[in-house]
């Protein structure tokens, strides 16, 4: 069951955006890119207030992902990365990225907080920020 509404094409640029942000992690680290991404549709606080669709998500701005201003994004979807994404919007959740609202690849270790925000665990170069339950009780909800 789909946690969010999607179209073909959303599952393209969702698959496009994983690989972009995050395709040196493996497939494991696209999953967990993927996991933000569709937490930030999900849910309707913080900066993502107004994002409820795919393609606001991906093209939000400011606060959105550098990865759409780099050519590779606009490259085809791969047939791969679209069954990890629709993993993804059918709820597939791993940690410690299943909560998080947010990543980055930090130059050192990941800091405790980023913005306010705890880090939930580093899975290779990136580290995973959620929110506080008062923040955003949404994202922790089950589906």
Known sequence: MAVIRTTSRDIDLLARLMRAEA???GDLGML?????????VRVGCLDFADINTVERMVFQSPGGFEATQKGYFYQ?????????????VNGERTHPAEFSLWFF?????????????WNSGRYKAHCFFNPTSADCPEVYGVF
């Open 23 to 25: 395709e040196g992690e």
């Open 76 to 88: 085809r979807a791969r047939e791969k990365e679209r069954r990890l994404a629709q993993r993804i």
């Open 105 to 117: 690849r930090p130059d050192g270790p990941c800091p405790e907080q980023w913005y306010g925000q």
């Open 32 to 40: 967990m890119a993927g996991n933000v991404m569709v937490n930030r």
